[in-house]
């Protein structure tokens, strides 16, 4: 049952709580220099507010992957809340999630106190602001505790870390007759007269001890930030008529592009997927796969930046002797990781750089990235095993699940990746090699369908004509629709009716294995992007509907989540951005074919009135694509009509 409901347009998601209504969740903001996770809610001890800051270039030992700066702040730790000489009481009224965190409380003697939480835009900073609105017929003095300001410190690989909280509380008089915990004090306190309201900060920043307290202003600070989600959201505006799908699918744009973090040693931006582990640091499924490809959409100088370098952290890593790349490039790039072996990492990479580069439209890009494309398509060529299918040590779920010596997830990105490949090869490289590059992914699909796929009717997996995840696999897997989503359609009726089946399907995903209880949501909009691509959109929407009613309105919102009960639910950013991409992708079915050139096949279901995506930045233009059920329009941002057709129709649209 909703918990939330949608307000501000769509632009925002409440909820209201009812009296005894005992919840708690948690959510993740990010700027340049600082991650933040708000814990909040209202639990039996009362309202719930904690602090969770993350600084990515802040390093502790050892500097691994989860070595990012943090702290968990009790709420002893920073300056809490007075009123006439004792602790405020506050219980939660309603919860707001518009990109920051609005949380509007009730004190015990009439006061309504807001609490609004967001990152700094660029700096290792994040903000609570206050304010105290006096709603009783009687003054009422306030003030703040002020603990010692340093908060924690801790000897890191570059120096020592501090984290520091700074009030700006206004001096006037103090109150008096409190007892306070050892070595805290009360700041000067203001006196509240009935209706006036009073507002003040609590910055809580990170920095290495011979560095300045970083340092910008609340109010200045609340601006970028609403600016940087106006900018995160403004393209790809979404207009389905159904608000859940178009609010959905605005957030999952803001939590896929947010998650961008500076860090040094010269490699710039770099997306990052969160969730209090993963920052400074790019992974091969994560960014070069899932979100680097959604970023070339947008049009965003940014992410475009984050997704280039992504790309460029792999390229020392591929040498002469065909190693396998690592599957993470961590602590700001100055380490590895591939503690599952082989993933498939060149197979991602392959897939996931070629479909970018021709997307962003840029040619000094494509010929950046072609020798490390080339050299992915190489590596995926000597790693072919007898029966023409690319062999892996293990798959996306790094063992989570057995894999095989080969899957269905990794040939079928080779597969595309092959494709994409040979398209840049025609449009800048050599022609001849486009041919080679374009009979090897003909090649290769023919093999998936014999070496993986399993005759309808069979004792094989239910008697459904789908395929086996690995060679010797006789249970249905949730990864089974990646062939869906590469453009290989041959078994997709069997394929969906299989995902939709009770052995994978529950109210809120696909199980990643029948019988276990584990939902990852990547396969899951994996799935729900390829069901939609081949044109099973009756089949797909009501899943599409329930999983994002779930996501956005019931109790952890309002992003995609990593999995569970593995993970513990974390929102992370590569999962938004495959949100996105069931739309763009599944329903829209855009496909890039060269630098400028790309095509569209668009399937209305037939509940949904329409589907409007305007603002699509991609191939050197801005365009729109209007779908209706008497067929659908593509249109450049000048106007110009680029194609037209009937729903389900293939065009190939040139954007020069």
């Given amino acids: 049952m909703a918990r939330w409901h949608i307000t501000k347009g769509k632009n925002a998601v409440r909820w209201d709580v009812a009296p005894g209504?005992?919840?708690?969740?948690?959510?993740?903001?990010?700027?340049y220099g600082c991650a933040q996770v708000v814990i909040y809610g209202q639990d039996e001890n009362g309202f719930v507010l904690t602090h969770h800051p993350v600084f990515p270039t802040l390093r502790a030992r050892p500097n691994n992957t989860h070595a990012s700066y943090q702290v968990r702040i009790p709420r002893e730790s920073l300056p809490q809340l007075y009123m006439d000489g004792s602790p405020a009481v506050e219980t939660l009224q309603y919860a707001e999630l518009d990109g920051t965190v609005l949380l509007v409380t009730k004190t015990a003697n009439g006061c309504t106190v807001s609490h609004r939480c967001f990152p700094d835009t660029e700096k290792r900073l994040c903000f609570e602001l206050v304010s105290v609105t006096n709603d009783s017929d009687a003054p009422v003095s306030l003030t703040v505790s002020t603990p010692p300001r340093c908060i924690d410190r801790m000897m890191g690989p570059m120096g020592i870390n501090l984290i520091e909280y700074a009030t700006?509380?206004?001096?006037?008089?103090?109150?008096p007759g409190v007892t306070l915990a050892p070595g805290v004090t009360l700041a000067p306190g203001?006196?509240?007269?009935?209706g006036e309201t009073y507002s003040y900060s609590v910055a809580i920043s990170g920095r290495v001890a011979n560095e300045p307290v970083p340092y910008t202003k609340p109010d200045a600070a609340l601006c970028a930030r609403l600016e940087k989600i106006r900018t995160l959201t403004a393209p790809m505006q979404l207009d389905t008529g159904n608000e859940i799908l178009d609010t959905m699918f605005r957030f999952a744009g803001l939590r896929a592009g947010e998650s961008v973090f500076e860090t040094r040693f010269g490699y710039g931006k770099l997306h990052s997927p969160g969730g209090f582990n993963y920052y400074a640091a790019t992974w091969c499924n994560d960014e070069v796969e899932y979100a680097g490809p959604y970023f070339a959409y947008t049009g965003d100088r940014d992410l475009l930046d984050a997704a280039m370098n992504a790309y460029r952290m792999y390229i020392p890593f591929m040498c002469d002797d065909y190693c396998p790349i690592p599957s993470s490039v961590i602590a700001e790039g100055v380490d590895y990781w591939n503690g599952a072996g082989d993933r498939g990492d060149a197979a991602m990479y392959l897939y996931g750089a070629a479909r970018f580069v021709l997307t962003a439209g840029r040619r000094e890009w494509a010929e950046e990235l072609l020798p490390a494309i080339r050299w992915c398509a190489e590596y995926c060529e000597r790693k072919k095993?007898?029966?023409?299918?690319?062999?892996?040590d293990?798959?996306?779920?790094?063992?989570?699940?057995?894999?095989?010596d080969a899957n269905l997830c990794t040939s079928s990105l080779a597969y595309a990746g092959l494709g994409y490949l040979s398209a840049l090869e025609r449009e800048i490289g050599d022609p001849v090699q486009a041919d080679v590059y374009l009979s090897r992914a003909e090649a290769l699909g023919g093999a998936m369908d014999a070496h993986f796929g399993v005759q309808p009717g069979t004792d094989a997996l239910h008697g459904f004509g789908t395929y086996r995840y690995y060679d010797g696999c006789e249970k249905l897997r949730s990864w089974i629709c990646m062939p869906l989503c590469v453009g290989l359609y041959g078994r997709a009726g069997e394929t969906a009716d299989a995902l939709c089946s009770e052995h994978l399907r529950r109210p809120d995903g696909f199980l990643t294995e029948e019988g276990s209880t584990?939902?990852?949501d990547r396969s899951t909009l994996y799935a729900l992007r390829g069901i939609f691509a081949a044109g099973k959109t009756e089949t797909a929407l009501p899943l599409l509907l329930r999983y994002s009613e779930n996501r956005l309105l019931c109790d952890r919102v309002p992003y995609a989540v990593e999995a569970y009960p593995e993970g513990g639910r974390r929102?992370?950013?590569?999962?938004?951005?495959?949100?996105?991409?069931?739309?763009?992708?599944?329903?829209l079915c855009l496909n890039p074919t060269g630098l400028h050139t790309f095509t569209v096949k668009p399937t209305l279901p037939r509940g949904l009135d329409h589907v409007y995506l305007c603002d699509i930045r991609a191939h050197g233009i801005s365009f729109d694509i209007f779908c209706e059920h008497d067929g659908y329009r593509v249109v450049r941002s000048d106007g110009v009509l680029l194609a037209a057709g009937a729903n389900g129709e293939l065009r190939e649209i040139s954007a020069v």
């Fill in 168 to 175: 700006d509380f206004a001096p006037v008089s103090i109150a």
């Fill in 21 to 31: 209504d005992l919840h708690t969740d948690d959510l993740e903001m990010a700027g």
């Fill in 518 to 520: 584990t939902i990852w």
């Fill in 190 to 194: 203001v006196t509240l007269a009935p």
């Fill in 385 to 392: 095993t007898p029966d023409g299918v690319i062999a892996s």
């Fill in 571 to 587: 929102q992370l950013s590569g999962e938004s951005a495959l949100y996105r991409k069931v739309i763009t992708e599944g329903i």
């Fill in 394 to 404: 293990s798959d996306e779920l790094e063992g989570r699940f057995p894999a095989g």
